[in-house]
């Protein structure tokens, strides 16, 4: 199967992202898949994978807003912000109010600053933050800006000694969604944990695009493929260019050229609809950030 193109797969729980691409590599028969953003294993939902070209997509994909429908207990503390590390703390919650717990998280809105959890992907002195903390070494993090575009409280319940608190969360890429949890927990003084994450967008792509499992693509060989053409379209800005332009895509030349918008890139199509190449504008010209064909 010679394919190109993004493969969205709606990833199990206990599946670890790095699983999800060896399994598709063996589908699709080729060593060229890559994803946009791991999800943890103890995570499910829209998992992003690109396929032979559509791999130089992906750095895209990974800076694209994404959504996710999480679970927040508060109450207890884990040292890895989730219900897979041990309890380090614990607060009896029963008596928080689902007032206080909304007036909370509404101070998670917008553009904030936030220290990622301990037992994250993020590189320190060269090597991964979790690979550190499990070997029982201090991690120390220095916080980045991320974007909350929206975090919507669906139930507030209780649960014993606990409050469990289901949210979905529109943010920018390089949000961690347990370090909402952590932080929500430390703000209403009980702390706070993740109890379950399912990613359901990143971008345009959702799980509506997952229509066969890892199981089902398996036996029957087809993919969840979403063609290069149709990702240009979905992903971003198009523009269709004659022949001449199209020949001069194909080599990687610049192009005198106004683009539809200056601060992204832009999908360049040929007559046909064929997904060219991405170009993005520098002066007068428009030039090639990646060439596809």
Do not use: W
């Not at 992906?58 to 999480?70: I, N, Q, S």
């Not at 702390?191 to 029957?220: C, I, N, Q, W, Y």
């Not at 199209?246 to 200056?262: E, N, T």
Request: glycine share 10%.
């Amino acid at each position: 199967m010679t394919v190109s193109g993004l493969v969205v797969v709606d990833k199990p729980a206990g599946v670890t992202s790095h699983a999800v691409v060896a399994r598709v590599r063996k589908i699709a028969g080729t060593k060229k898949v890559g994803h946009a953003g791991t999800l943890d294993p103890m995570a499910t939902g829209v998992l992003v994978l690109g396929i032979n070209k559509a791999t130089r997509l992906l750095g895209h994909l990974m800076m694209a807003e994404k959504t996710y429908d999480a679970t927040v207990r508060l109450g207890a503390s884990t040292n890895t912000d989730d219900a897979e590390g041990e309890v380090t703390a614990q607060t009896g919650a029963a008596e928080l109010s689902e007032g206080a717990v909304r007036v909370a998280l509404k101070a998670f809105e917008g553009s904030i600053q936030q220290v990622p959890s301990t037992v994250s992907a993020i590189k320190v002195g060269g090597q991964r933050a979790y690979k550190l903390a499990r070997e029982g070494q201090e991690v120390v993090l220095q916080p980045r800006t991320v974007t909350i575009h929206s975090l919507e409280v669906s139930d507030v319940r209780r649960e014993g000694d606990f409050v469990d608190v289901d949210v979905t969360v529109s943010c920018s890429s390089g949000t961690y969604i347990r370090a909402i949890a952590r932080d929500l927990g430390a703000a209403l003084g009980v702390g706070g944990h993740l109890t379950a994450l399912r990613r359901t967008e990143v971008g345009p792509f959702g799980l509506e695009d997952a229509r066969l499992s890892l199981d089902e693509m398996k036996a029957s060989g087809e993919l969840n493929l979403i063609a290069l053409p149709d990702v240009g379209e979905r992903l971003f800005f198009n523009v269709r260019v004659d022949e001449k332009q199209a020949s001069d895509i194909a080599f990687g030349r610049p192009l005198d050229l106004v683009l539809p918008v200056a601060d992204s890139p832009v999908a360049m199509l040929g007559p046909d609809g064929t997904f060219l190449a991405l170009y993005e504008q520098r002066g007068e010209h428009a030039v090639a950030v990646a060439v596809l064909v």
